[in-house]
């Protein structure tokens, strides 16, 4: 049997074979769900969706965005692409999406640095909560005040007598100044009440040298990079910044449990579309990552990178976001850093 009337018509005039109508059936009939998928009344789907990344490949952000879009992929049955466009804060990404066509297809990962990019630039070519429109966060990974393992502190509370006895006299490193690192360094310089001098280095690597070099005392920094030296026993944690200890040091503990007040720091990454997005396409999204998020072996890949899961709806990854860019202006006007 053929499948609408034109079809009739064309089996007739050819005469061909039983088996022939029953192909055309089939391939006729699997079209609607093939132009349906992924975004039911949400826009074509015949082209890949893109994840902007504003990091080079192989950080935490690269490699989060990667286990999640190979299992998007899967679900939604097409191709996820990751684009890294990294420079300029982040900026040169984000203004990329917030441009693009709002179907879907084109989404940016967000991050501290989408946060903080708001307080730290004097003017930015979009408006970061107008512009964009949060689908849910990724997950969160941990920040830790790390030590040489030679060090003459074994705790945090050790350290922060020292540097109240001594004032002036400790130096604590971070990677670029405006990093979410270096703010870290001085949202622990003013809820601890210490005098220390905050010391800004290039790269990780550079400040793990001169941790271990003796040019600095202690060092803040995104714990994922630094496992291995903490693993070869080249240096230690005295710390975590988060609001819960790492799964992956349970042992260490929280600034917060060192009754150092309001020092609560963590990284996130999340993904978010351009702002006219349409409702159902953000919520088709939504729904598919959230599965992704919580399937087991997604998981797992995710706190091999020392990265917690964190699904939510996008009502509260917005809200996620328009808090962060409240707490680190907060930070960057404290610390007196000038906007760029």
């Known amino acids: 049997m053929c499948i609408g009337q034109p079809l009739k018509s064309l089996c007739r005039d050819f005469a061909v074979s039983p088996l022939f109508y029953a192909v055309i059936s089939l391939v006729f009939a699997a079209i609607p769900i093939a132009w349906a998928a992924p975004f039911e009344g949400g826009g074509p789907t015949k082209q890949p969706i893109k994840i902007v990344i504003p990091f080079g490949a192989g950080g935490v952000a690269d490699l ?95 350290l922060i007598a020292y540097a109240k006895a001594n004032p002036g006299k400790l130096n604590l490193g971070s990677i670029n100044i405006g990093s979410t690192q270096n703010l870290a360094a001085e949202l622990f310089k003013s809820t601890a009440g210490i005098d220390l001098q905050v010391v800004p280095f290039n790269g ?48 260490v503990p929280t600034a917060l449990e060192s009754q150092i007040k309001g020092m609560v720091a963590s990284s996130w990454n999340g993904i978010a579309a351009p702002a006219r997005t349409p409702e159902v396409t953000i919520e088709r999204l939504n729904k598919e990552i959230v599965e992704v998020l919580r399937s087991p072996t997604v998981r797992q890949k995710l706190l091999n990178l020392n990265v917690d899961p964190k699904p939510t709806t996008p009502q509260q990854a917005q809200d996620w976001l328009r808090a962060e860019i409240k707490v680190w202006g907060q930070v960057i006007d404290r610390a007196g850093i000038e906007k760029q």
């Open 204 to 251: 990780t690597p550079s400040l793990i040298s001169a941790l271990r070099g003796g040019q600095i005392d202690v060092g803040i920094e995104i714990l994922t990079p630094v496992l291995p030296q903490i693993k070869a026993h080249a240096i230690k944690v005295l710390a975590i910044t988060g609001e819960k200890r790492s799964s992956s040091m349970p042992e």
């Open 64 to 158: 989060t965005a990667r286990v999640v879009g190979q299992a998007l992929s899967e679900r939604l049955g097409q191709p996820v692409v990751i684009e890294n466009k990294p420079g300029a804060g982040g900026i040169i990404a984000s203004d990329l999406v917030a441009k693009s066509e709002p179907d879907g297809h084109t989404l940016l990962l967000i991050s501290n640095a989408t946060a903080v990019s708001s307080g730290l630039f004097k003017s930015l070519p979009y408006d970061t909560l107008k512009d964009f429109a949060a689908v849910s966060l990724l997950g969160t990974f941990d920040i830790a005040v790390i030590v040489p393992e030679n060090s003459k502190f074994s705790s945090l509370n050790e």
